[in-house]
Nanobody, 116 residues
Framework: VQLQASGGGLVQPGGSLTLSCAAS????????MAWYRQALGSQREYIAA???????NYDDSVKGRFTISTNRTDNTVYLEMNDLKPEDTAVYYC???????????WGQGTLVTVSS
């Protein structure tokens, strides 16, 4: 199984981007889907997750600005990011789970740069 994140780019402060991440390969029985990010020189951090029932959870740093959603038919998770700030600059990664186990390695992620 592979996870391919896309949609990153350069955006000005206050701008918006929507990231997507699709799973390919032998994908089945997905449970939670999540987004993480890693800024240069920092550890990877959790930012958002969603369950098959549709409940969502966000880190306080993105709450009210980011929205996680899924298309489980296509095994895809999205991250809509609004009111972006320079501190949101990072490589963004998705993670998908079957039960409590991740279904794939991290992958390359997608770079988001927030700068004027």
């Amino acid at each position: 199984v592979q996870l391919q994140a896309s949609g990153g780019g350069l955006v000005q402060p206050g701008g918006s981007l929507t990231l997507s991440c699709a799973a390919s390969g032998n994908v089945y029985g997905l449970s939670a889907m999540a987004w993480y990010r890693q800024a240069l020189g920092s550890q990877r951090e959790y930012i958002a997750a969603t369950t098959p029932a549709g409940s969502t959870n966000y880190d306080d740093s993105v709450k009210g600005r980011f929205t996680i959603s899924t298309n489980r038919t296509d095994n895809t998770v999205y991250l809509e990011m609004n009111d972006l700030k320079p501190e949101d600059t990072a490589v963004y990664y998705c993670r998908m789970y079957r039960g409590g186990e991740s279904i794939a390695s991290w992958g390359q992620g997608t770079l988001v740069t927030v700068s004027s």
